[in-house]
């Protein structure tokens, strides 16, 4: 009586690895651009956050000047974004959220108005002067 040898051949074992490949070719992008989202929420949260905080702080001084020295007002830095008053007056400010580390190449920001803008992004992406851009496309966040 013969025993059959009991294993994968290497035609299985290959197609294997193709359809591994394949898998990959498709959810490693869709990986990634989740990723990169994640990562610009902290930039969307920290800058709405910051909103109500420079209105209360005209409510109270009359001018929106002095906002980035009163402790614990501004935003603290991410792992991925840093925030600055750009441009502070009695009657207007420019809040800017800069990317860094896995989201280096952005800027965000966010004026007295509510304006947002995408002010500037990587390459393969495209701003928008009306929304904060969370898609390559240049699609709006909500």
Not at 33 to 40: N, V
Request: with cysteine.
């Amino acid at each position: 009586m013969h025993k059959r040898q009991a294993g994968f051949t290497l035609i299985e074992i290959m197609i294997a690895v193709v359809v591994i490949g394949i898998l990959t070719a498709i959810a490693l992008p869709s990986y990634n651009g989740y990723m990169m989202r994640a990562r610009l929420s902290e930039a969307f949260t920290g800058l709405s956050g910051a909103q109500p905080k420079l209105e209360q702080h005209w409510s109270n001084e009359r001018t929106y000047a002095g906002f980035d020295t009163a402790a614990g007002q501004m935003p603290p830095a991410s792992q991925n974004f840093t925030f600055a008053l750009t441009t502070s007056s009695a009657s207007a400010y420019l809040l800017t959220a800069t990317g860094r580390n896995g989201a280096a190449g952005f800027t965000f920001t966010l004026d007295q108005n509510g304006n947002r803008a995408t002010t500037a992004v990587p390459s393969g992406w495209t701003a928008n002067a009306g929304c904060w851009v969370d898609r390559k496309e240049g699609t709006c966040a909500q």
